[in-house]
């Protein structure tokens, strides 16, 4: 093989792995519009004094059955899993690992757990971007590492709204344009 075919086999490697992964902008959303709503919503019910203002967070078991589904539904779609694919895989994999530690360690870490979980959702996110040539997501990754670094300057209630302004700037933002893109790039394969 020469480094033509090389280099054709590399970018059709990476198209294969864009479209793969385009259909995933709507496991931006869904995690994206539900941190947010819980972030805005503890927010508010702070402000109202409610012993329950966790209880916005109860969200998360419906983000954790869409995902299942979504991934249920994408894994049915896919007919290749590339080298790109699993390496964004592992890269979320080790996210979700991490958060989980780093949420089970909230009582230790106290008013540095939203700080520290901002800063988690950027290495994935910059990796994927990086990956897929996604600048979309790039940038997402840079503003939840802003926010996380203004977070560990601030108050519990203004940490709520950083993590609100970083899932919209790193997930949901992304989400749309990936959606478009998909969508874009779908349309006009159907057109030829």
């Known amino acids: 093989m020469d480094n033509k075919q090389q280099l054709a086999l590399i970018s059709e490697m990476i198209s294969t792995a864009r479209k793969e992964f385009n259909h995933n902008g709507n496991i931006y959303l869904l995690w994206g519009w539900l941190v947010c709503v819980a972030a805005i919503g503890q927010y508010i019910l702070l402000r109202m004094n409610s012993e329950y203002n966790a209880l916005p967070w109860s969200l998360m078991f419906f983000g954790a059955v869409g995902q299942m589904i979504?991934?249920?539904?994408d894994r049915n779609r896919q007919s290749t899993k590339t080298h790109v694919g699993r390496v964004i895989g592992n890269a979320w994999a080790a996210f979700?690992?991490?958060?989980?530690l780093t949420l089970f360690m909230q009582g230790k870490l106290q008013l540095n757990?939203?700080?520290i979980v901002m800063m988690l959702y950027a290495i994935p996110l910059f990796?994927?971007?990086?990956?897929?040539?996604a600048?979309?997501?790039k940038y997402g990754a840079i503003a939840c590492w802003c926010c996380a670094l203004v977070a560990f300057f601030v108050g519990f209630e203004e940490q709520l709204l950083l993590l609100a302004a970083a899932v919209i700037m790193g997930y949901i933002i992304p989400g749309y344009i990936l959606n478009?893109?998909?969508k874009t790039e779908h349309l006009a394969g159907n057109n030829v």
């Open 70 to 73: 979504l991934m249920y539904r």
């Open 96 to 100: 979700g690992i991490s958060l989980g």
């Open 113 to 115: 757990t939203f700080p």
């Open 127 to 133: 990796i994927s971007g990086a990956a897929l040539e």
């Open 135 to 137: 600048n979309a997501l």
């Open 180 to 182: 478009a893109r998909y």
